[in-house]
């Protein structure tokens, strides 16, 4: 890409409205753009990684045997009536009315939803297990919008919903969902750690929150020191295997957000236990028959048997985690995107545009990396050297080569690793090896 070609309207200042660093660097570099309180508009660097992050959901749902459908924004208001929630929900749920005076809603989750299409076609055990899940705006009228796209009204969910014949089958689908989660946090370079956790107003009596420590996030937890240097290495994953030795694995340390911590439940003499802040990027719930029940959504069992569907719900947080994402990576000059997540993986910074010999070499390079199927942004811009590099640092690409007049000269051209700072002085010939052999 050459970036006289794409739109990044990078800001100089820091925005005064911005609190925290993932929303400060989010306005500065570019990516996103308010339209209302916690309403964004995603501009293209916003719009690039927002896609990277709800691909890598998308496809591990996939992998875990999901369906993806897509249920619409707004929902009619019988549906909610019918499980009881339409009251309950308060304030947060945005009312509409139609022009025929029907009562619509702008959905804040999908379980009454997707329970709809459930009980209109499946009626036999035979069909079971399923898993529904759908990539989608949800709409929550949030008493404090705050922090940019990590408490949005309007914010991008992935939410799946799993359908078994009885409880033992529904665990199964729900550490699939689980096993699934850690997978793709960290498929995204991110170290989620599961909680216990309040069911809240989806309700239930099972529940994880998966959250990524930082010092900025929104939620209390407490967790078992060991836990935070643990490494996630659920790399062969079988999600055809009963999957709860897996679980086990992590739920045997002690983590729990502040609603759900109890001291008395922490014994272990030989561990220390850390009080900390996080993010919440996932939650999934198990609820059993809640939806089922009150909305009549029956299979028949082999017996016959009419039974109400045993069902879980699993979120995930898309465009909190573009935030979430920044929060874990950054500096004080800027994003450090992780290698799973960055929009290009090397940043080709001509200093002297304009210039013959910087163009010709700048624009050889570019051409030949693109031809290797690398991924490139191409600063072409004619503007201050001084300005140049501050944006490449701000928009934090993993590599940046920069050429310009002196290098030239030199036969030898900077390769600066954005995380490390390091800067190493190569020829030509080197760095084409070294951009060849790091794909
Ligand atoms: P929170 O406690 O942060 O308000 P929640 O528990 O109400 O979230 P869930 O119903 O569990 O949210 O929704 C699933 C996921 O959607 C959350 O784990 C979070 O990542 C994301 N999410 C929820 N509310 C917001 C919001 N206002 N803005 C951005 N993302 C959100
Ligand atoms: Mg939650």
């Known amino acids: 890409m050459l970036l006289t070609r794409f739109f990044l309207p990078v800001l100089k200042e820091n925005p005064k409205e911005a609190e925290i660093i993932s929303h400060i660097y989010m306005l500065r570099a570019g990516m996103i753009q308010q339209s209302a309180s916690g309403i964004y508009s995603w501009l293209p660097l916003g719009k690039i990684i927002l896609e990277k992050v709800t691909d890598i959901c998308r496809q591990e749902m996939?992998?875990?045997?999901a369906n993806e459908i897509l249920m619409p924004t707004l929902q009619p208001a019988e549906i909610w009536k019918e499980s009881g929630r339409y009251e309950d929900y308060g304030k947060e749920m945005l009312r509409i009315n139609d022009r025929n005076n029907r009562d619509l809603l702008y959905g804040p989750t999908n379980e009454e939803l997707v329970t709809e299409i459930f009980r209109t076609h499946v009626k036999s055990y035979k069909e079971l297990p399923?898993?529904?899940?759908?990539?989608?705006?949800?709409?929550?009228?949030e008493?404090?919008?705050?922090?940019?796209?990590?408490?949005?009204?309007?914010?991008?969910?992935?939410?799946?919903?799993?359908?078994?014949?009885?409880?033992?089958?529904?665990?199964?689908?729900?550490?699939?969902?689980?096993?699934?989660?850690?997978q793709l946090f960290k498929k995204m370079g991110l170290k989620a750690i599961p909680m216990r956790a309040e069911t809240g107003p989806i309700g239930g009596d099972l529940s994880h929150e998966f959250i990524i420590i930082a010092e900025t996030g929104e939620s209390e937890v407490f967790v078992e020191r060991e836990l935070l240097n643990y490494e996630s290495s659920v790399t062969k994953?079988?999600?055809?295997?009963?999957l709860q030795e897996e679980v086990n694995r992590f739920t045997s340390f002690y983590a729990a957000t502040k609603e759900k911590?109890?001291?008395?439940?922490?014994?272990?003499?030989?561990?220390?236990l850390i009080k900390t802040r996080g993010i919440e990027v996932g939650h999934i719930f198990h609820f059993g028959q809640k939806y089922s029940l009150p909305m009549r959504a029956t299979i028949s069992d082999k017996e016959g048997n009419k039974i109400p569907v045993f069902m879980g719900s699993y979120g995930v947080g898309l465009s909190r985690l573009v935030g979430a994402i920044i929060e874990a990576n950054h500096d004080h000059k800027g994003i450090i995107w992780p290698k799973e997540i960055t929009p290009w993986d090397y940043n080709i910074i001509n200093l002297?545009?304009?210039?013959?010999?910087?163009?010709?070499i700048c624009l050889n390079l570019y051409n030949l990396m693109k031809a290797n199927g690398l991924e490139v942004l191409y600063d072409d811009t004619?503007?201050?050297?001084?300005?140049?590099?501050?944006?490449?640092?701000?928009?934090?690409?993993?590599y940046q080569i920069i050429i310009g007049p002196k290098g030239i000269k030199d036969q030898l051209y900077d390769l600066k690793s954005r995380k490390s700072g390091d800067i190493s002085r190569l020829s030509y010939n080197e760095l084409i090896n070294f951009v060849q052999t790091n794909k």
Request: overall charge negative; proline content about 2%.
């Open 62 to 65: 996939i992998k875990a045997g």
């Open 130 to 141: 399923l898993n529904l899940f759908h990539i989608q705006w949800k709409f929550r009228d």
């Open 143 to 182: 008493v404090r919008p705050r922090f940019g796209v990590m408490r949005g009204r309007e914010f991008l969910m992935k939410d799946a919903y799993s359908f078994d014949m009885n409880y033992n089958s529904s665990i199964k689908s729900y550490n699939i969902m689980f096993i699934a989660y850690m």
């Open 237 to 242: 994953i079988n999600y055809n295997e009963d």
């Open 261 to 272: 911590h109890e001291e008395s439940n922490f014994h272990n003499e030989d561990n220390i």
């Open 352 to 360: 002297k545009s304009g210039d013959n010999d910087c163009d010709n």
């Open 382 to 398: 004619d503007e201050r050297t001084g300005a140049k590099l501050a944006r490449a640092d701000l928009i934090g690409l993993p």
